[in-house]
């Protein structure tokens, strides 16, 4: 008997099969493939899923952070079903989402504690789900309130680092863990995209389109992608940047975003930022511009890499390197300028680092500069980025700042070149895409 594969893909709105031989239980099939309709996206997110079980009923808040549009809410709704598969009841659970008007009333702190108080249980464990609870007003008092009871396990989530900032630090010092979500790795995103196009076909479509999740529903029409990530955008500088932080120059503001975003792999300054804005006829100081990216990286827009002078093992505090949280949003604000095909790889390679745990460096070594020093329990590990060496002299030019570190920890020259690994005195050379797909 032959068997033949179902293949489903999401596009759009429209599911396309291919034709199966053989259905023992037709009734099964419709509904597993129901489930599929209606979890596609969340499938997408499984490790962060496994994260959360690993810390269930364990007395700690589980903060989830990340931009917004990450997938915090899909991840604290699959995690909610799943503990209602595991045979946990529905009473025990509560969900709320305060950026519902539905919970208008609940913003004001009091309000939302008399609220829990009688749908806690008291022989049970109690789950409590905060969706965007940055919009309640002293929410620590609240969460701290909660801790007191062993019996509630909390779970909460919030697009900007102010989560962890001031009093919460305080009150729970100790008392809860960050779980920070990104938009979609590569990996993510590759899995399902159509199963007949080569890797790098997928990392084009990937650097071309955007990592969040719901551009997936727009079949990759980049106009219908752009104005979703324009909206996205909007919120982020508007409502999480210049309402929180009280930013009355928007435009300069937006031109600083820019700034970084073109600045991509590159040291920066603040001095160099006021001295081109400037160059134009606009004045701003570097207390100012320090305060635009703080509050930038606050709502994870833009991610920081700090100097780390190799030799001198020692941090350092001039010329970090920026680097935009998505692709497509450096698309939205450069336009045509955003096509450098080896910073957007850098870019891509840095997030991708934070994902997998690192503490990400700009290496200096005397004069030379190594792309990334990647920190983690196990040492270091040094990078260096580059669209392409098979260029002779670009091979030698990325290969030196990594001849000249003198310890035995692995490092790494990554590249878009098709071409079988390499090693070169230690120094191992290897397909860009392959790495990020963890091959």
Not at 221 to 247: A, F, H, P, Q, W
Request: hydrophobic fraction near 40%.
């Amino acid at each position: 008997m032959t068997h033949k594969v179902l293949y489903i893909k999401k596009t759009g709105k429209v599911l396309a099969f291919k034709s199966l031989d053989y259905i023992p239980n037709f009734c099964l099939f419709l509904q597993e493939l129901w489930n599929i309709i209606q979890t596609m996206s969340d499938i997408l997110r499984l490790e962060f899923l496994e994260k959360l079980k690993t810390y269930k009923d364990k007395h700690i808040i589980k903060v989830i952070t990340g931009i917004r549009r990450c997938g915090k809410s899909t991840l604290m709704k699959m995690f909610r079903n799943y503990l209602l598969e595991s045979g946990i009841s529905a009473e025990q659970i509560i969900f709320l989402n305060f950026e519902d008007f539905d919970n208008y009333e609940l913003l004001n702190p009091k309000s939302l504690y008399e609220y829990l108080k009688p749908k806690i249980q008291k022989e049970q464990m109690t789950y409590i789900f905060f969706d965007e609870i940055q919009n309640v007003t002293d929410f620590q008092r609240v969460v701290d309130s909660l801790f007191l009871n062993e019996k509630i396990d909390i779970y909460i989530t919030g697009s900007n680092a102010y989560l962890l900032s001031g009093e919460l630090a305080t009150l729970l010092s100790g008392r809860y863990i960050t779980i920070e979500m990104l938009p979609l790795s590569f990996k993510e995103f590759a899995s399902v995209q159509n199963p007949s196009l080569s890797l790098s076909e997928k990392y084009r479509l990937y650097v071309e389109q955007s990592s969040f999740p719901y551009t997936l529903n727009l079949d990759g029409d980049k106009n219908e992608i752009l104005d979703y990530l324009g909206g996205v955008y909007s919120t982020i500088v508007l409502k999480d940047v210049v309402s929180r932080y009280k930013i009355s120059d928007t435009k300069m503001l937006e031109s600083v975003v820019r700034f970084i975003f073109d600045s991509t792999g590159s040291p920066v300054s603040t001095k160099k930022i006021a001295d081109t804005m400037l160059s134009t006829g606009r004045k701003i100081d570097s207390k100012t511009i320090e305060k635009y990216i703080s509050a930038l990286q606050d709502c994870y827009i833009v991610y920081e890499a700090k100097r780390y002078d190799v030799k001198g093992k020692q941090y350092l505090k001039l010329l970090e390197k920026y680097y935009a949280v998505d692709i497509g949003l450096r698309y939205l604000l450069l336009g045509q300028k955003a096509n450098d095909t080896g910073h957007i790889l850098e870019n891509v390679v840095y997030l991708e680092l934070i994902r997998r745990g690192y503490k990400v460096y700009a290496g200096k070594i005397g004069d030379m500069e190594i792309d990334f020093v990647a920190q983690n329990q196990e040492g270091n590990t040094y990078i260096q980025v580059s669209a392409s060496v098979r260029d002779e002299n670009t091979l030698q030019r990325e290969l030196r700042p990594l001849q000249l570190v003198r310890d035995s920890y692995p490092k790494l020259l990554l590249t878009l070149d098709d071409d079988p690994t390499a090693d070169f005195d230690g120094i191992k050379r290897t397909n860009a895409v392959e790495w990020l797909m963890g091959i």
